[in-house]
């Protein structure tokens, strides 16, 4: 049983173009998020969600929207496609930080979307 | 939020040789966590360290969090093949809006 998984694992698109990962988690965990990993394997932070509120990184283009139908699924909604937007895009999820100060507070990954946009 | 540094970007090395990641920041921290992301894959929790001076030991991987607990180190004994992959650190970000930020990784090589 997959922990937490994302679909699709490679999406090649035209720019301009509007699409949409999804992600979803079977740990019973707050806490959701959004990674990107660029060519140089830097991990950079998108969103973070759990049910009381959604902290969005400040660099994140507003074309970029996460969706959250219910506590399990955070998925990533990308509009007006750009070259930039290439890379991969991690989903990830872990108990709600604040509460667990002293405990377990690991992050569980999707195995990641390979995003092209050409 | 929370930033830390981490070093080397980049580092080769022949099979049995030891390895050393390193991770710092300007604030102290509430604790610090290690990943491993093999090539393809995903990043993949290792530990979390969160008593100052801490150190803990897996198999060959020993972890250690500084005095000061602004500082941590991953070393690898004896690295092997399958030791290869960017091994991250992270933390999470005090205050209100709390994340879990992490370091650029450092992406070993090990040759055989």
């Known amino acids: 049983d997959t922990a937490v998984s994302q679909t699709p694992k490679y999406l090649v698109t035209q720019m301009g173009n509007d699409k949409s990962i999804k992600c979803e988690q079977n740990?019973?965990?707050?806490?959701m998020y959004w990674y990107k990993q660029d060519s140089k394997k830097f991990l950079k932070i998108m969103f973070s969600?759990?049910?009381?509120?959604?902290?969005i990184n400040e660099t994140v283009p507003n074309r970029f929207s996460p969706k959250s139908p219910d506590k399990a699924h955070l998925n990533l909604h990308i509009n007006s496609l750009e070259l930039g937007d290439s890379a991969v895009y991690f989903c990830?999820?872990?108990?709600?930080?604040?509460?667990?100060?002293?405990?377990?507070?690991?992050?569980?990954f999707g195995q990641g979307t390979r995003l092209t946009v050409v | 939020g929370q930033q830390v540094m981490q070093i080397p970007q980049y580092q080769h090395v022949q099979e049995g040789e030891d390895f050393t990641t390193y991770c710092n920041s300007s604030?102290?921290?509430?604790?610090i966590q290690w990943y491993k992301q093999r090539p393809g894959g995903h990043p993949v929790f290792l530990i979390q360290?969160?008593?100052?001076?801490e150190v803990k030991k897996q198999k060959r991987l020993t972890f250690q969090f500084g005095e000061a607990k602004k500082n941590s180190s991953l070393h690898i004994t004896a690295t092997q093949t399958t030791d290869v992959g960017t091994y991250f650190c992270?933390?999470?970000?005090?205050?209100?809006?709390?994340?879990?930020?992490f370091g650029s990784g450092t992406q070993l090589t090990v040759l055989p």
């Open positions: 990830a999820s872990s108990q709600e930080l604040g509460q667990a100060r002293q405990g377990n507070t690991e992050a569980f």
């Open positions: 740990l019973g965990h707050d806490t």
């Open positions: 969600y759990n049910n009381k509120e959604l902290i």
């Open positions: 604030t102290t921290l509430s604790n």
């Open positions: 360290l969160v008593k100052s001076g």
């Open positions: 992270a933390v999470i970000s005090s205050g209100s809006a709390r994340q879990l930020t």
